[in-house]
């Protein structure tokens, strides 16, 4: 069993940062997927960022590309997502998504739902113009 939380939301205004915290902690192998992903109002999840520890890579969904950072500290179990330049687009709930058993995965089954059996319960972002 794996117990993922996040942190770090709130409102803030077009053009800030904000940076995320995602720890995970439970039952989690050496080489585990995390990723964090969004849903804005009337829209599906989509993902944003993703980490594969065992081959210590973070992926990143295109439309963000320049714009946030992804980071993970290995002795915690955290990944860390900042996200620079806020545009009120990047308004919803951001959830952070664990799989503790992460074999060989390509970046796009890592920022993709399905992969991860362990979830958060989402923190809101709100960007505001």
């Known amino acids: 069993q794996v117990h993922v939380v996040e942190s770090g939301g709130g409102s803030v205004q077009a053009g800030g940062s904000l940076v995320l915290s995602c720890a995970a902690s439970?039952?989690?192998?050496?080489?585990?997927?995390m990723g964090w992903f969004r849903q804005a109002p009337g829209k599906e999840r989509e993902g944003v960022a993703a980490?594969?520890?065992?081959?210590?890579?973070?992926y990143y969904t295109d439309s963000v590309k320049g714009r946030v950072t992804a980071s993970k500290d290995k002795a915690k179990n955290t990944l860390y997502l900042q996200i620079n330049n806020l545009d009120p687009e990047d308004t919803g709930i951001y959830y952070c998504?664990?799989?503790?058993?992460?074999?060989?995965?390509?970046?796009?089954?890592?920022?993709?739902?399905?992969?991860?059996?362990?979830w958060g319960q989402g923190t809101q972002v709100t960007v505001s113009s």
């Open positions: 980490s594969y520890t065992g081959m210590d890579r973070i």
């Open positions: 998504a664990a799989e503790p058993r992460c074999t060989t995965v390509t970046p796009i089954q890592a920022l993709r739902g399905p992969l991860y059996r362990y």
């Open positions: 439970g039952d989690i192998s050496a080489a585990y997927c």
